[in-house]
């Protein structure tokens, strides 16, 4: 929608994190209105690895129960491989913290790099449920990319990018809505 890309218009050149609060504030309104069983959250917890530094991310609840998790970081993150695998390992970090909450089947979760978009999943239902995408391992005397630049795939302000988020959203709401059936 127009005034959601007007939003992230308003994001400067070269922003912190705290820069995409208010354009991913107003995305995940839209799409989980306040009107609605579901909330949105903001959470700013501290960084297990540098106690001066906070995680920014977005749940969405339905009533009390996480149903997707939107973490936050800024586009220059993309570029650098520490910072791609701090982010995908705060994401699955929360996932796991959360896995036992979520009403749903499976829950879900965004790793944002500015408007840079990688999706992940957890079937609920199986203690041995991996996360999707797949963790690749560290190796311990090498640099490896545990997390790649290309799985950051998709844009929000693209259109492929907002019909994938729009997907995710959509599933969501369904199986909300069938728990409540």
Same mark, same amino acid.
């Given at each position: 929608p127009d005034k959601i890309v007007r939003q992230f218009a308003t994001v400067p050149p070269s922003p912190s994190e705290s820069a995409y609060l208010g354009p991913d504030n107003k995305l995940l309104y839209h799409f989980f209105p306040s009107d609605t069983d579901f909330v949105v959250v903001p959470q700013y917890l501290p960084d297990p690895r540098n106690a001066a530094d906070f995680t920014v991310m977005f749940e969405i609840l339905l009533v009390n129960r996480p149903v997707l998790i939107l973490g936050l970081k800024p586009p220059s993150h993309l570029e650098l491989l520490s910072k791609r695998q701090a982010a995908d390992e705060q994401i699955r970090c929360r996932m796991?913290?959360?896995?036992?909450?979520?009403?749903l089947g499976t829950l879900r *979760?965004?790793? *944002?790099l500015g408007t840079k978009l990688c999706f992940y999943s957890l079937d609920t239902t199986d203690n041995d449920a991996e996360i999707m995408p797949r963790a690749l391992p560290r190796h311990l005397t090498k640099v490896n990319d545990t997390a790649p630049a290309n799985r950051w795939d998709c844009d929000i302000l693209e259109p492929a990018g907002e019909e994938r988020f729009r997907e995710i959203v959509q599933r969501i709401k369904d199986e909300c809505t069938a728990l409540n059936g």
């Open positions: 796991g913290d959360l896995v036992g909450k979520c009403p *979760a965004i790793s *944002a």
